[in-house]
């Protein structure tokens, strides 16, 4: 079992930058990959970064890549997405999720752990 608690939320301007962490549970943390999803007011929940157990593989959704980074410290059982360049457009609640797969995933339901999410606001 591993629960995941998010962190870093907030309102910020756009062009502005936010660092979320999720921290988890458990002693099991490096045996999993870990991802990160949004999911805006009437959208569905949509990936926007992975990182593998060992944090050697990542893999990120096109609206991300250049302006959003994820890291994870093994050590300290925590995931970290650096925002930056922020849009309103990525307005959303970010969750964070753990996978058995060890290379990570951009499929929501290859995810068995979820956090309970953080609301990040941009505004224009």
């Known amino acids: 079992q591993v629960q995941l608690v998010e962190s870093g939320g907030g309102l910020v301007q756009a062009g502005g930058s936010l660092r979320l962490s999720c921290a988890a549970s458990?002693?099991?943390?490096?045996?999993?990959?870990m991802g990160w999803f949004r999911q805006a007011p009437g959208k569905e929940r949509e990936f926007v970064l992975a990182?593998?157990?060992?944090?050697?593989?990542?893999a990120y959704a096109d609206s991300v890549k250049g302006r959003f980074t994820i890291s994870r410290d093994n050590a300290k059982n925590t995931v970290y997405l650096q925002m930056n360049s922020l849009k309103p457009e990525d307005t959303a609640v970010y969750y964070c999720?753990?996978?058995?797969?060890?290379?990570?995933?951009?499929?929501?339901?290859?995810?068995?752990?979820w956090g309970q999410g953080t609301q990040v606001t941009v505004s224009s």
């Open positions: 999720a753990a996978t058995r797969l060890l290379l990570g995933s951009r499929v929501l339901d290859d995810y068995n752990y």
């Open positions: 458990g002693r099991t943390f490096s045996s999993y990959a």
């Open positions: 990182i593998s157990w060992s944090g050697d593989y990542i």
